[in-house]
């Protein structure tokens, strides 16, 4: 069995360390839109089904809501574990050892000192000369062709007949070019004919009152040039040449040895390290159950990691304070209150001044008892804030009525 045919593929890459990070953690905000958008489509579906959404004539059935609760859970456990692995993925790049602007480069090291030059390897004997090839037999000249009779002198010099050409000679193996024919004479000008006389002048015409001008007498006409059609004799015909085979080439020597390498230079020293760009992060939580009011946003009690001057809070705080003209990524996770009875339609988003960030709403309807793995409501996104003063953000209650919210993480992330 052969083995498959790998293409020689050699991509051309011109984006730098820093900048396939950033991709990487923009690609995932992306991949936790989607997933925010097919968690928020599933509850529009359960809303549809028990009829909270308009359009549905029929009532469902029980076998209807069972078969609904079963899809909307696997589509949420499946949610819960690709959010697993979007989870590390994250974490792999902010572990990642990221590298900012090339810092100054260090000085140059001193040069090192040159090593000995290696010994000349021993030179290879010469080849063996091949033998000459045997030379072809000379042709034999071919037979000069008679002149031609020149022939008689007319009035209006007729050329003579031309001879026939001489035989073509043998052609030899490895033979010499044969001699060239002679070249057949050449003709005799013709006479060329006498110039006509000119014609005579007309007279000039009497002269008037008005002084009046004669009419020119008629130019006399041009006697006729003689004609000549002498014609070159043919050349002969040239001997054919055959070139001889080429001697075979002698066999190569052997190579030398290659001498030994000389000692390396001491390496330069190493310039400074240049800035990460992700120093400026914040991981902020609220591990217990804490009561919002309907549009109000909820507290954060607890900086669990906050680098950087670009993201400030204050502990117990619902205000998370951005620096001007920065694009950051950011995402949320919360768990509604269950209830022991009845359903819920727990509502969150982010708001930047107060003004709610497109995209980042969390809904859904939770039947009583519902697993607590599939009833956490989460979002994200990257913004830029505007230019001049600091930007206000927030994750707020948008349910019509109060709700508390358990195990509550928001992710802030300034991308350079």
Not at 43 to 58: I, N, R, S, V
Not at 71 to 76: A, H, I
Request: hydrophobic share 35%; glycine share 16%.
């Amino acid at each position: 069995m052969s083995q498959a045919n790998i293409p020689n593929i050699t991509p051309s890459i011109t984006i730098s360390l820093n900048d396939s990070l950033t991709l990487l953690l923009a690609s995932a905000a992306m991949e936790e839109l989607g997933i925010s958008h097919i968690i928020n489509a599933e509850a529009e579906k359960l809303q549809y089904t028990l009829g909270t959404l308009p359009g549905l004539t029929t009532p469902a059935s029980i076998a209807d809501l069972l078969a609904m609760n079963t899809s909307v859970k696997q589509t949420l456990i499946d949610a819960i574990k690709y959010e697993m692995v979007l989870n590390a993925k994250v974490a792999a790049v902010l572990d990642t050892p990221l590298k900012g602007s090339t810092g100054v480069t260090g000085s140059t090291g001193a040069t090192g000192i040159t090593g000995n030059t290696g010994l000349t390897g021993a030179t290879g004997p010469n080849g063996t000369t091949g033998s000459t090839g045997t030379s072809g037999i000379a042709g034999a000249t071919g037979v000069t062709g008679a002149t031609g009779v020149t022939g008689v002198t007319g009035n209006t010099g007729v050329t003579g007949s031309t001879g026939n050409p001489g035989a073509l000679g043998t052609a030899g193996a490895t033979g010499p070019t044969g001699a060239t024919g002679a070249t057949g004479a050449t003709g005799l000008t013709g006479i060329t004919g006498v110039t006509g006389t000119n014609g005579a002048t007309g007279i000039t015409g009497v002269t008037g009152a008005t002084g009046s001008i004669g009419n020119t007498g008629a130019t006399g006409v041009t006697g006729a040039t003689g004609v000549c059609t002498c014609e070159t004799g043919p050349t002969g015909a040239t001997g054919a040449s055959v070139t001889g085979p080429t001697g075979a080439t002698g066999a190569t020597g052997d190579t030398g040895a290659i001498g030994a390498t000389g000692a390396t230079g001491i390496t330069g020293a190493t310039g400074a390290t240049a800035v990460q760009i992700t120093t400026n992060n914040a991981f902020i939580r609220t591990e217990g159950m804490v009561l919002v009011t309907s549009g109000a946003a909820i507290p954060f009690e607890e900086n669990f990691t906050l680098n950087g001057t670009s993201i400030t809070h204050t502990p117990n705080s619902t205000d998370v304070i951005l620096a001007p003209d920065q694009t950051y990524y950011i995402a949320y996770r919360t768990k509604p209150e269950l209830p022991t009875a009845g359903s819920i339609t727990p509502h969150t988003a982010l708001q930047l001044n107060g003004i709610t960030i497109p995209g980042t709403d969390s809904q859904m309807d939770s039947l009583p008892g519902a697993p607590q793995a599939i009833t956490a409501l989460l979002s994200n996104t990257i913004i830029n804030t505007s230019s001049g003063a600091p930007s206000i953000l927030t994750l707020v209650n948008l349910e019509g009525v109060d709700r508390a919210f358990d195990q509550t993480t928001l992710t802030v992330i300034k991308l350079e």
